[in-house]
């Protein structure tokens, strides 16, 4: 893929442990340059830039998303962002709902090590243990602890033995965990629940009450998020190098799924709190990225190759699930745009 003079790296696999999936393709890896800094005019940006400007403006699939930001970087920082419309820039906190999962898995990972995870464990983090709310209610009350958000109060956490095994895709996995593992904190205060994710991952992530909920109830913003990409892509966590592992089929008619938001077409996997993405390359099935989309829109990323990150945030809270594959589908256009210096449409 011609680049425009930025440094490219060598292929590399990104194997599920499925007998299904062959390797990522080989994706230029960019290099920081003194191109042309978020908000300069137009005369100023590349043709790289521009397409993609062009595509967060004008593309049918981004412009029914109201105000968003998005962004492209590596393991050094920013490469190119994009406010679209006005309220929403780099560091505009918001909710992030799912996008949670990736920083608790990302966490959990890292407090216990990978080598010492249990097979229960695991099947939490991947959604298959049985663990399933009754709820959706936002843990979102001052006081509130782990342990609470958990109890038939709010998220009334259940175990359906049928489901174990399957994948299910809800937050009451991750609840389980938390449960047994810091079900005493509470959203603010001393030793809050977002105290411990930043001690853990190196991050600044704001503290909220719905942090208790730690499956989705997390706030944040592109600055605070892209820490958390960067130091994945830099091999700075225990799940850097294990964003395949453990991975189960996820997609609506896949081997033991009981359910699944994913509805794009084609195939889907999910590994330790995140989305695999990918597609079918002459008749194997490939891994293109991972992801982990929020309900109201907020869509972080990172290639198969691990060298390249991409976030775009915005906050519908109205809009349903389907918003984070909105999300998802104009933050991949921008970024083609952005890659062959041809603005999508």
């Not at 994706?27 to 940006?45: I, K, M, Q, V, Y």
């Not at 938390?178 to 992530?205: E, F, P, Q, Y």
């Not at 330790?272 to 991972?290: A, N, Y």
């Amino acid at each position: 893929m011609k680049q425009h003079g930025r440094t490219t790296f060598s292929p590399m696999c990104g194997l599920l442990a499925l007998g299904l999936i062959g390797c990522g393709s080989a994706e230029d890896a960019f290099e920081p340059t003194e191109d042309a800094p978020p908000g300069t005019s137009r005369a100023a940006l590349t043709a790289y830039e521009q397409a993609a400007l062009d595509t967060a403006n004008n593309a049918a699939s981004c412009t029914p998303l109201g105000n968003f930001y998005w962004e492209i970087g590596n393991a050094a920082g920013t490469l190119y962002g994009i406010p679209r419309g006005s309220g929403v820039s780099a560091t505009t906190v918001m909710p992030i709902a799912s996008a949670s999962k990736w920083l608790y898995a990302g966490a959990y990972v890292q407090s216990k090590g990978y080598a010492n995870l249990t097979a229960d464990e695991k099947k939490r983090l991947n959604f298959t243990s049985g663990y399933i709310d009754e709820s959706t209610t936002l843990c979102g009350v001052a006081g509130t602890t782990v342990s609470d958000c958990y109890g038939p109060g709010y998220k009334d956490v259940s175990y359906r033995s049928l489901q174990n095994g399957r994948f299910f895709y809800n937050g009451g996995h991750m609840q389980k965990l938390a449960l047994d593992d810091i079900g005493a904190r509470k959203g603010t205060g001393v030793a809050s629940v977002m105290d411990w994710i930043n001690a853990r991952l190196g991050t600044t992530l704001p503290e909220s009450d719905s942090d208790v909920a730690p499956a989705g109830g997390f706030s944040g913003s592109a600055a605070h998020y892209r820490v958390f990409l960067m130091k994945l892509l830099s091999n700075q966590y225990e799940l850097s190098s294990k964003l395949t592992v453990d991975s189960v089929p996820a997609w609506e008619g896949g081997t033991n799924v009981s359910y699944t938001p994913w509805t794009a077409a084609g195939q889907a996997y999910y590994g330790l709190g995140h989305w695999i993405e990918g597609e079918t390359v002459s008749g194997v099935w490939t891994v293109t990225g991972h992801s982990s989309a929020g309900a109201f829109g907020f869509y972080p990323w990172v290639n198969a190759a691990r060298n390249r990150y991409m976030l775009l945030a915005r906050s519908r809270q109205l809009g349903g699930d389907a918003e984070g594959e909105k999300s998802r589908v104009c933050a991949q256009a921008i970024r083609k745009a952005y890659e062959l210096g041809v603005a999508q449409p």
